[in-house]
């Protein structure tokens, strides 16, 4: 690329939705998680700023292979093995 050459912009494109048990509640009261992928790859730096926690959603966190699991909900963890097993995820 040359200088004057901008990289393509980010962009979110759905990726999935996870399903299962709400950690803490009756049996039966499931959690759904609907999910979205930056593209390209690096263009969360680009989006780290404009995203933000709303309504239910407590806090955002970028995590990868490494990220301790104990920290993570079920639906949590069903996704970092799902970003693992399709090479998405280092």
């Known amino acids: 690329l040359s200088a004057s050459t901008k990289p393509p912009a980010a962009t979110i494109e759905p990726y999935g939705t996870f399903e299962a048990q709400a950690y803490g509640k009756p049996e039966g009261t499931m959690v759904r998680m609907t999910c979205f992928r930056v593209s390209p790859r690096d263009a969360e730096l680009e989006l780290e700023h404009k995203v933000k926690a709303s309504e239910e959603v407590e806090e955002l966190k970028w995590v990868d292979s490494s990220f301790d699991r104990e920290k993570l909900t079920v639906t949590?963890?069903?996704?970092?093995?799902?970003l693992m097993e399709r090479g998405l995820i280092d």
């Open 76 to 82: 949590g963890i069903m996704i970092l093995e799902d």
